[in-house]
Structure formats: C-alpha cells, structure tokens
C-alpha cells in the first residue's frame, strides 16, 4: 500500500473476554463491515455528453442511467478532470486536479508512478475486491502504472488508449496477458474487404466465416463475472466502458443499432445514438445483476463521463452537449461539463437533483469515506468528499463542504514527436461561484464568463470585471505545478501500443 507517511503514538489495552464474547464481538464487526460499507460499482462512458442522456433532456432513450435518476440523485454542475481521456481518468483515480494530477498527457501509454496512489490501491487495503473493465489509458503493459500494479485485483480491457480507438481488436488484456480474439484477425489491415469503420459491422465475415468478437460485450460480460464471483464480500467495479468513443463501428445486429440505423441523421450520429443506448442497456443489466444476487440494496452504483461529446456530436442532430459552447478537446462548458448520478436504495433519497459543483478528484474521498477508508486518503489529494451530498448532511454527520474553485489545464501534443507541449501551448481554466475563467494559451489575457447569467459561454466581461478576473488569475497561478515527465513508451514495431 503506498500511502503518506504518518507518525502516531499507539496505546495498547489488553482485556480479557470469555471466548463466547470475543466470538460475538467478532461476528458483531465483521456484520457491521461487510453490510454498512456498500460495494460499489463506478461507470464512465466515453465521449458521451450530458445532453445524450434523457434525464438531461436529451433525445436518446435511456430508460436504465434515468431510473439511476430518478431513484437516487443527479448532479446538475458536475464536471470532468479534464477534457480529453486519460488526464481524466488521471484526476478520477488519483483524486488530484489537473495542476497536480500525475498523468497530464493524452498520448495515451504515459505511466503512472509507482508513487502515486490511486483509489483503487485505498479500497484493496480497506478489504474490497478491485476489478477494472475497459480502457486504463494510464500507462502501457508492463509500465508502473498498469492497472494490476496501482491496485486492481484484476483488470480487464485495454491498457493504451489508442488500442482502445479499435471495437474490434486482435486482443484485449487481462492483468498484463493478452486475451486473444481471434474472429478479429486481420480487422484492421484490409482483410475484412474494407469494412473497417463503415458503421454497421455484419457479425459473420462473409469472406472466412469466423465470427466477430466486438470487445465492449467482452468487457461487459467479464466485468459481470468479477460481480458474481464477489457478491459475498465488498467489491470495486470500476467500468471504463468505450462507446460512444469514435470508431464508429457497431454491430449491425446490435438492438441500438436497429433501433437508430434509419433515422434521417449522419452515419455517424446514428452510431453515437446507438452507443448511447447500447451503453444505457448494460447500465441496465449490470442493475439487474444486482437484484438477481440479492445486492442491490447495499450497493452504490454512479454514472458519469470522461467528458463531453465530441464537436460533432455537439454541432450535430443530436447537440449532445446541450445549449453549451464547445465540445472534447475545448476548455469550455461543452468539453468539461458531464453528467453524474448515483442510486443506492435506502441511503440516496430518491429523486433529488444537485447543483453542488463537483467534479473527478472528488471520486477518490467520496469512494474512501464509503468504504471507512478516508483515513487512508493521501494528502496530494484535492477532491472532496461528497458524502454528505449523497446521503444527506444528518447521515453523513456534517454539512457538505465545498470547493473555492475547480481547476482545469491542458496543453498540445506533438504527435510527430509524440511530445507534451506543455511550456509552449498550456491552457488553464478556474470555476469559482458562478464565475469561469479561461486562458487559451500562456500570456494570453483571460476571458470571463457568468454562468448563471451566460451559461454558453457566449459573452466575455472581463473588462467589466477586473477584481474578479485578478481573483481567478490568482487561482491559476497557486493551483498548476509543472507535470512530472510525461513520456510515451518506445514504440515496437512502429505501433502505438503494444
């Protein structure tokens, strides 16, 4: 367990019990572990804006993330750790913003360091199953940041994001080892007759008979698996799921995409379209597996994105970010606001809807105050524990404390180079209040936005606003801190993963 140092003084009591006493006292605790700590199941989409979501009045049907809703809580002001994949999951897993968060870069193989700690790694010693199902995106095979050595019992799926860009791959991994997926030989170098990427995928290659394996109904099933096996004790389900992440390969006998392959739209909104309920369908299923084990109710299951949809998707029939400016890659509303509910019957009160502003880091204590674990939270974490938000100030035993701002940074790649431009290209963005600052590149002056007044973020007023802007560049300043080494890995072969 890699954790801050601490330095207690311990005194030690000795008192004798009859042995039938010590046994009660054992069974009376272990009740209260495995029955009060709910186990907990963490879903994150990929490239899925909030506006996707009918609950957030979209267009998509999503009967299964809107009973998520309706029977727990759904945040209104909740945002990404950034607005590309991994940084995100970087701040999701460690709890550390953007300024401070370890992996900063989305070249997609940059590691985690042995050093860092990830929620995962608190949750294992608190006494829970770990299971990861889907794209790590926070280092390749082999590297210190593989999910099996930052504390994940088991992960299966991709490691590098860029292997993740492909739904029909020669392999997946399971804790370092390749999983093969041999319907999938030669999908991607022209064997399949050049259906790659094409929309529909027939399930059947007409060509050699061998049958596709698409890897999200893999990952699906296996993340299934890892709830069954541990059903008896906590466990940590987190799902990184894929779709609606670009390619847009489906397949064509996928019900979603039945239902949304002739509407008058582009080819690739439909795909989105049927992501978006392909996803909400094993939302769905993994629900019903709880109910089929008997675990619903001691079971805390929460949905989000990585962050918001692609500037297609947003510009697109769908305008699946809603009425907000910009989309993935952009600082503004568009690319960093995303949805977040979360249900667990009996302790989430139903119905509620929350515009307490939160975003990633805020996972990391809120998952360890769950599992009795927030004394194990290290200090480089920034989050906040949402707890009292979730279950109610009277349960959790204070009110909910809030942040003075949320933070955000990215800078550009230099793919030839496959190089972080951070010095040359670093962006940063401030929420406090209401409030939104954004600085498009280093010495730029800083635009401002009221987001209650202009949630689209169409009119800057920072000339209006100077004290205000000087408060918000102060922000910028004590929150970033230069990234450590934000290396890719040697590439073999020329690929980008291996």
């Known amino acids: 367990m890699k954790e801050r140092g601490t330095t207690t003084s311990v005194v030690v009591l000795f008192f004798f019990l ?71 999951r970087s701040t999701l897993l ?57 504390g994940f019992d088991e992960f299966f799926g991709y490691y590098h994001q860029i292997h993740a860009h492909q739904f029909y791959p020669e392999y997946l991994y399971r804790n370092g080892e390749r999983v093969n997926l041999p319907g999938n030989a030669g999908f991607y170098d022209g064997s399949f007759g050049g259906e790659r990427g094409v929309g529909a995928i027939p399930a059947i290659d007409s060509a050699t008979g061998r049958t596709r394996q698409f890897s999200h109904y893999a990952i699906v099933d296996r993340m299934k698996t890892f709830i069954r096996a541990h059903r008896d004790r906590p466990f940590f389900a987190y799902a990184p799921w894929t779709p609606p992440h670009s390619r847009y390969e ?83 509303e568009g690319g960093l606001r995303v949805p977040l509910v979360a249900r667990w019957p009996g302790r989430i009160a139903a119905g509620q809807v929350s515009r307490h502003l939160t975003y990633f880091p805020d996972v990391f204590p809120t998952l360890a105050e769950l599992a009795g674990a927030d004394a194990r939270v290290p200090d480089a974490v ?19 404390d809030s942040h003075r701002y949320l933070y955000w940074e990215d800078a550009d790649i230099d793919w030839k180079a496959v190089r972080y431009l951070h010095e040359d290209t670093l962006r940063q963005a401030v929420r406090a209040g209401d409030w939104k600052a954004y600085r498009p590149g280093p010495g730029k002056p800083l635009q401002l936005f009221n987001l209650a007044t202009d949630p689209g ?30 290396v890719e890995p040697e590439r073999i072969g020329g690929r980008q993963f291996r």
């Open 457 to 486: 973020e169409e009119r800057d007023v920072a000339a209006a606003n100077p004290s205000i802007v000087s408060r918000l560049e102060s922000y910028l300043t004590e929150a970033h801190r230069p990234p450590p080494p934000q």
């Open 250 to 332: 489906i397949p064509a006998d996928d019900p979603a995409w039945l239902r949304y392959k002739d509407e008058p739209w582009p080819l690739n909104a439909r795909v989105h379209a049927a992501f978006v309920a392909m996803i909400d369908r094993h939302v769905g299923e993994v629900m019903s597996l709880l109910t089929e084990l008997g675990i619903d109710d001691r079971t805390i299951v929460f949905f989000a994105t990585d962050n918001g949809a692609t500037l297609e998707m947003a510009r697109g029939p769908l305008r699946s970010n809603g009425a907000l400016r910009g989309g993935k890659t952009t600082m503004y």
């Open 94 to 150: 460690t709890g550390s913003h953007m300024g401070r968060t370890p992996v900063r870069s989305n070249t997609g193989g940059v590691s985690l360091r042995p050093e860092d700690v990830t929620i995962a790694e608190v949750l294992k010693a608190a006494g829970y199953a770990t299971g990861g199902y889907g794209k790590w995106g926070l280092a390749e095979v082999g590297l210190p940041g593989a999910p099996e050595k930052q």
């Open 382 to 400: 920034t989050g906040i524990s949402l707890v009292p938000e979730l279950l109610g100030a009277k349960a959790a035993g204070r009110a909910q």
């Open 18 to 88: 009859p042995p039938i006493f010590a046994a009660l006292l054992s069974s009376d605790r272990l009740h209260s572990q495995t029955t009060a700590r709910p186990n907990i199941v963490f879903i994150v989409a990929d490239d899925m804006g909030h506006a996707d979501l009918a609950a957030y009045g979209g267009r998509i049907q999503t009967p299964h993330i809107d009973r998520l809703a309706t029977e727990g809580i759904r945040f209104t002001q909740a945002y990404a750790g950034n607005t590309v994949c991994a940084p995100s």
